[in-house]
T-cell receptor
Framework: AQTVTQSQPEMSVQEAETVTLSCTYD???????LFWYKQPPSRQMILVIR??????QNATENRFSVNFQKAAKSFSLKISDSQLGDTAMYFC??????????????FGTGTRLKVLA | GAGVSQSPSNKVTEKGKDVELRCDPI?????LYWYRQSLGQGLEFLIY????????KSGLPSDRFSAERTGGSVSTLTIQRTQQEDSAVYLC?????????????FGPGTRLLVL
């Protein structure tokens, strides 16, 4: 069975600094997708970044980038130039397509990030 | 355009009562998911609807939980005879089935408190 592990329950970073959130997963699949979602206090989950496992190039979205190490089954999120609005819970998620054609998602337990002024 | 909406945003109920939670997906999204988020936990998958196919109910924790999706759009999650351990935030998400079906769009959730 697939699992997703986020080993950092809480982290903090000074405004304008860089922070890296870790995520590891366990799967025997070769084709899958990985995601980072952000959940601010408003509870609205927002997609931050996604990575297709077949792509070797790390995904980047403005200040957000990932370090995808497929062999090590690691998918860390780097936030550069942290802003106060980045304060939120961050969830790492794994998705694979099942034989039935449906999708299975597994989420980690989250990392609570606080950006300090 | 409008995102995923959920109602009510908060619900307080007494143990043993039934509750209904509603999800309105993004128009045109054929896939719909329900998750439960307990305090300090990640998202626990409950049920998945994909078009007219039979739903994937493998995540429902007990037979007190059920969900339906009428007309391929609005979905209702029903919890019968609620228990205190049912207290959680219930999140709904939807996605398309072509292009980028892998990406889910979430609603703001319903916070359920069972007293």
């Amino acid at each position: 069975a697939q699992t997703v592990t986020q080993s950092q329950p809480e982290m903090s970073v000074q405004e304008a600094e860089t922070v890296t959130l870790s995520c590891t997963y366990d799967t025997s699949e070769n084709n899958y997708y990985l995601f980072w979602y952000k959940q601010p206090p408003s509870r609205q989950m927002i997609l931050v970044i996604r990575q297709e496992a077949y792509k070797q190039q790390n995904a980047t979205e403005n200040r957000f980038s990932v370090n995808f190490q497929k062999a090590a089954k690691s998918f860390s999120l780097k936030i550069s130039d942290s802003q106060l609005g980045d304060t939120a819970m961050y969830f790492c998620a794994f998705m694979k397509r099942k034989n039935s054609g449906t999708y299975k998602y597994i989420f980690g337990t989250g990392t609570r990030l606080k950006v300090l002024a | 355009g409008a995102g995923v909406s959920q109602s009510p945003s908060n619900k307080v109920t007494e143990k043993g009562k039934d509750v209904e939670l509603r999800c309105d997906p993004i128009s045109g999204h054929t896939a719909l998911y329900w998750y439960r988020q307990s305090l300090g936990q990640g998202l626990e998958f409950l049920i998945y609807f994909q078009g007219n196919s039979a739903p994937d109910k493998s995540g429902l924790p007990s037979d007190r939980f059920s969900a339906e999706r009428t007309g391929g759009s609005v979905s209702t999650l029903t919890i019968q005879r609620t228990q205190q351990e049912d207290s959680a935030v219930y999140l709904c998400a939807s996605s398309v089935t072509s292009g980028a079906p892998e990406t889910q769009y979430f609603g703001p959730g319903t916070r359920l408190l069972v007293l």
